[in-house]
């Protein structure tokens, strides 16, 4: 480790594993619910149990960049952090807020907890992925303040460079689409439409910055190419991602209440969204191929051409898959909607976050690299997780077609819930596949604690 | 060729790029403020407030957590943007007294103990609901 304040990371990247495991428990609690309706009811509803999953993928994700800039920033400009006391404060703050949240959704009654923080103050509460109550939200606003202003602060003292400045782009974006998470109008339709600055324009846009970034630097470091080339690539890679995710965001508004010309600008630009995915996982293939060293961290390098090839399919190939205006029309709101949702936020956000862990670990933990038997066992649970997420997204995609075809096309449709007995097959795959991803999760896990032996020397 | 196309022109063909497509987004986002009216049951919204506090029953029982609504949210339960139309007033407000059905092994529906003033606005709020202009969305009756 070149600075002392990148560790701070460590307390980020140990956080996020932690809510990933929770994630991934309430995932395989619904995945059941599915299929046996009735278990864990009225202990745990399925909206409880969605809740616990998604805002804990959301929040890891986002500690998970969080670590990622600490570690990344001063080694990029060269000098220590402003502040590594205000990083770890933030940490606690996040973590006790997120953890609090949690208990919040799973002990109080939704309406009861909407009551007791304030929700006729502000309502903000109850839309999708935004469900954190009003106080919550502010401490996200919070700690992302205190966060940015630690990471501007440092990049003013220091060197600036590409990778470092797309980052931080791409972090205050962020922060800035959060604040439409406080616009509620009590028109649906401009709801919704709001809605999806938060939502659309962090996971097609400002992430994607994010994600470029990291996977850029951890390209550099365990291939050792030019700087020059890399941030080239980088550049025509966010210039894609822009040009067609702001006016991608039009194919939310096909069925919405929008007019219908969002029909054609969201098609023809959404279905260009694809391009900077290739371009990043064409990006990965070329850097390593033309690597000018062979890193001992066998296990970062996997993890980051995964990124591409993974991104590249979930974001990418599933994304075009639905985006078309007249195909949304059927398979809007169905598990095709589920499929793609898995497979994208799995390969472009999942495992960015995993490959800078991967690759920033074990140097935190003094070592250039983990000991073969552990690298070893880190790329079996990138196996497992990678080809199980793969068959979850075959298996939703399987139910989602089955859904549209017997409840939105046959002649004499089916009832939703007629409708959902017939996927009961697909809906039981899944759910195996689910256990195969915690299988490898654990493994991931496990992966951490069998270092003794030889390792590669820092 | 690396001798023209420097760092700096990728990162202003970057600035440059943004800058231009997020512009027409806004003139787009400006079109659509201004087309709203027609299409969004605006009208109907200002002259009767029980769709409004409805709205916010809907959000304070996280009904999204299990329901779409015009085709957003959960694909765990059926979608309610046309419910309205689907199932009529009274079907709606008597389904949602009477959960959960306890039927084995079927999926279920939290009880929300609701008022009969609640459950009015919620009817008020999907009639709004079902009255927006989707596009002919979604394909038939059943959501
Ligand atoms: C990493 C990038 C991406 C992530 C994480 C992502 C994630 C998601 C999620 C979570 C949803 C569901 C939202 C909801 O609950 O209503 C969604 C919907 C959608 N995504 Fe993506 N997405 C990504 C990229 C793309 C791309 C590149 C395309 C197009 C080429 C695309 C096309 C769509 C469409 C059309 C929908 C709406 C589906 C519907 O009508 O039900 N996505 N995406
Ligand atoms: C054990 C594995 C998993 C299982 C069984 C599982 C199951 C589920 C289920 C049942 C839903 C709700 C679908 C609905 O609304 O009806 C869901 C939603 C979601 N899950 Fe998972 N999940 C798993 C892993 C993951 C992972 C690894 C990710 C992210 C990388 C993820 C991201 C999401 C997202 C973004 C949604 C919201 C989808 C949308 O709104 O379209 N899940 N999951
Ligand atoms: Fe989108």
């Not at chain 1, 009551?115 to 502000?122: D, I, V, Y």
């Not at chain 1, 439409?193 to 850029?216: K, N, Q």
Request: charged residues 10%.
């Amino acid at each position: 480790m070149q600075y002392k304040s990148q560790a701070v990371a460590k307390y980020y990247f140990v956080g996020a594993i932690g809510l990933f495991v929770a994630q991934i428990l309430f995932g395989l609690v619904m995945g059941l619910q599915y299929v046996v309706g009735d278990f864990l009811f009225p202990a745990i509803p399925f909206n409880v149990a969605r809740m616990v999953h998604t805002n804990a993928l959301i929040v890891w994700l986002l500690m998970g960049f969080m670590g990622s800039a600490y570690y990344l920033v001063p080694e990029e400009t060269e000098t220590e952090l402003y502040s590594p006391k205000l990083a770890i404060a933030m940490f606690w703050i996040f973590l006790v807020t997120a953890a609090l949240t949690v208990l919040g959704y799973l002990f109080v009654p939704y309406a009861g907890l909407a009551q007791m923080t304030g929700n006729n103050l502000l309502p903000t509460m109850g839309r999708e992925f935004l469900e954190q109550p009003l106080i919550t939200k502010i401490g996200i606003v919070v700690v992302a303040l205190a966060f940015l202003f630690n990471i501007s602060m440092t990049m003013l003292k220091g060197r600036k460079t590409a990778i470092s400045l797309v980052l931080l782009i791409g972090l205050w974006g962020l922060a800035i689409f959060f604040l439409f998470s406080f616009y509620n109008p009590d028109n649906l339709v401009k709801d919704k439409y709001f809605w999806w600055w938060t939502v659309h324009l962090w996971v097609e846009g400002v992430w994607e910055l994010i994600l470029g970034a990291i996977l850029a630097f951890v390209l550099i470091k365990v291939t050792g190419v030019d700087r020059e080339v890399i941030e080239k690539w980088l550049y025509m890679i966010i210039t894609l991602t822009l040009i067609t995710g702001i006016i991608g965001t039009g194919h939310h508004y096909y069925w919405i209440g929008t007019p219908e010309y969002w029909q054609w600008w969201g098609s023809i630009f959404s279905a260009l969204e694809p391009i900077p995915f290739f371009a990043m996982t064409l990006f990965a293939f070329n850097m390593v191929n033309r690597r000018r060293r062979e890193h001992p961290n066998k296990a970062a390098t996997l993890w980051a051409l995964g990124t591409g090839v993974m991104a590249f399919l979930g974001a990418g190939v599933w994304g075009f898959l639905h985006t078309l205006a007249p195909v949304n029309f059927y398979t809007h709101g169905t598990q095709i909607t589920a499929a793609h949702a898995h497979m994208s936020f799995y390969g472009a956000y999942v495992m960015v976050v995993l490959t800078m862990i991967s690759y920033a670990m074990p140097i935190m933990r003094g070592r250039a690299a983990n000991s073969n038997r552990a690298q070893v066992m880190e790329m079996w649970s990138f196996w497992l997780m990678t080809v199980s997420m793969v068959f979850i997204t075959l298996f939703l995609t399987a139910a989602g077609i089955l859904q549209v075809w017997l409840q939105r096309v046959a002649v004499t449709p089916m009832s939703f819930m007629d409708t959902q007995a017939q996927l009961t097959l697909f809906y039981w795959m899944r759910e195996v596949s689910g256990v195969v991803f915690l299988i490898g999760l654990v493994v991931y896990i496990w992966s951490f604690f069998c270092n003794s032996g030889e390792s590669a020397k820092a | 060729m690396s001798g023209t196309f420097t760092t700096s022109t990728a990162r202003n063909i970057f600035f440059g790029g943004t800058l231009f497509f997020a512009l027409v987004f806004l003139a787009l986002t400006f079109k659509n403020e201004q087309m709203l009216p027609q299409r969004d049951q605006r009208a109907q919204l200002a002259s009767n407030p029980a769709i409004a506090a409805g709205k916010r029953v809907w959000e304070t029982n996280q009904c999204i957590g299990c329901h779409t609504l015009l085709g957003e949210g959960a694909y765990f339960a059926p979608e309610l943007g046309n419910v309205y139309k689907r199932r009529g007033p009274d079907f709606i407000k008597g389904w949602i007294k009477a959960q959960p059905t306890h039927a084995p092994g079927r999926r279920q529906m939290p009880q929300f103990n609701l008022t009969d003033k609640q459950l009015d606005d919620l009817v008020a709020f999907f009639k709004y609901a079902s009255e927006i202009n989707t596009s002919n969305w979604p394909p038939n009756i059943e959501g």
